[in-house]
């Protein structure tokens, strides 16, 4: 069983940085994928980005890419997520996200089916 949780959240007005952290515990942190999905009220839950076991491969959604930048330590079983030129559609409970089958990577893993373990995710609120 693997437990994630999230931090570095908050308020930061359009065009601002943020940097999200995740810290899991309770499994092997370097065999497993790491996603990061968002959720705004009333909407559904969104692939963010997502890192392969070794950081050595990454993939974006589109509206992110060129923005947000994630990585991992996995000496430190953590997963970042960088968020620079913030804009306010971006305001959403972020969640980090583990998946312990790699197969098939890097297909398949924008998709929160992929993934066993979830945090409880982090506010993140980009003002205009």
């Known amino acids: 069983q693997v437990q994630l949780v999230e931090s570095g959240g908050g308020l930061v007005q359009a065009g601002g940085s943020l940097r999200l952290s995740c810290v899991a515990s309770?499994?092997?942190?370097?065999?497993?994928?790491m996603g990061w999905f968002r959720q705004a009220p009333g909407k559904e839950r969104l692939f963010v980005a997502a890192?392969?076991?070794?950081?050595?491969?990454?993939r974006y959604a589109d509206s992110v890419k060129g923005r947000f930048t994630t990585s991992r330590d996995n000496a430190k079983n953590t997963v970042y997520l960088q968020m620079n030129s913030l804009k306010p559609e971006d305001t959403a409970v972020y969640y980090c996200?583990?998946?312990?089958?790699?197969?098939?990577?890097?297909?398949?893993?924008?998709?929160?089916?992929?993934?066993?373990?979830w945090g409880q995710g982090t506010q993140v609120t980009v003002s205009s």
């Open positions: 996200a583990a998946a312990k089958d790699t197969t098939g990577w890097p297909l398949g893993f924008s998709t929160g089916i992929k993934y066993d373990y």
């Open positions: 309770g499994g092997t942190f370097s065999g497993l994928v």
């Open positions: 890192i392969s076991w070794s950081g050595g491969s990454t």
